[in-house]
């Protein structure tokens, strides 16, 4: 249940915090029909019984406080604070650092369970025309200043690089907060689009490389990391679920500067992120369905990054 929360007192002496909780307007209204008062959700149109809402929110005041923002503060000051790092790596040939994998270490311990995941597929539009436009050396600094810079992001944002892709990157999210993971990821695939847009097609554009359109699709899901591979070749921890192949799907029906988000996440936002989405429109050849049968729903993200 999305709820706002209302500091009423602080005792510092006492180190306590009084507040009052009540479910979101902006998603919920009371109403009265014949089965008594209820609190109608807007967006899933569902009815909760009165008796029911109460014994949530008192469960919800039970639970310890968990905050996990993003730490990477202001969108539009980390791009402007990029331009000198990526102008530096398009014009200059700095040395390579060796491989690292913190991606793997994180998933390492959860080998053969399953847990909820949010996935983000984010790809370079037409990557083949642009292979063909540039010389190949141009080619690789380009997209590995792309790669680097759009890797860089995701740790503010609690996100790991699951796989690079040669175009694109898939990223993944874990719990323990399902909720607050697809939060991240939408915000994180915001200030992706910010960073590509304003920070490193203007410094393409300045050396004469020819600027790149992005897609990116987000969803949500169970999964399971797997040791995949074999020691005399390659040996990985993968992540294992559908969702990530529907995110993948979502990313290439997404136009391009596009944030596709699936029903999974969309249904697990909170208010602030979800209100501003809009409904898809999907083509009669998309395959997927939901839980009813009807076609799997597709939102698109905001073009502003919102807190």
Known sequence: MDVIQEIVKVD???????????????????????GGRHLFDRYDRTVIGEEVVMEMLGEAVKIKPLSQPQTLGDAAA???SRSDAIRKRLTTDEPQIGPADPASAALEG?????????????????STKLARSVELDVLARMVAVVSDELSLLLPSFYGHVLKYT??????????PNFIRMNDHAVDCALTMRRLVYEGLNPAFDGWGFPTIEI??????????????????????VDLVGDFIS?????????PPGGVYVGYITERNLHIGWRHQLARVQT???WPFKDETGNPYAVF???VVRTS
């Open 12 to 34: 510092r002496e006492a180190g306590t915090v009084e507040y009052h909780i009540y479910p979101d307007p902006r998603r919920y209204e009371w109403r009265t029909g014949d």
């Open 78 to 80: 980390y791009v402007a």
């Open 110 to 126: 959860l080998i053969g369970d399953r847990h909820e995941y949010v996935a983000l597929v984010v790809d370079i539009k037409d």
């Open 166 to 175: 040669g175009d694109g990157l898939i990223a993944f999210f874990p719990a």
């Open 215 to 236: 897609r990116i699709g987000i969803e949500g899901g169970e999964g399971v990391a797997s040791m995949l591979g074999n020691v005399a070749t390659k040996r990985s």
């Open 246 to 254: 529907i995110a993948a799907k979502l990313q290439a029906l997404a």
């Open 283 to 285: 083509p009669a050849s």
């Open 300 to 302: 698109e993200a905001p």
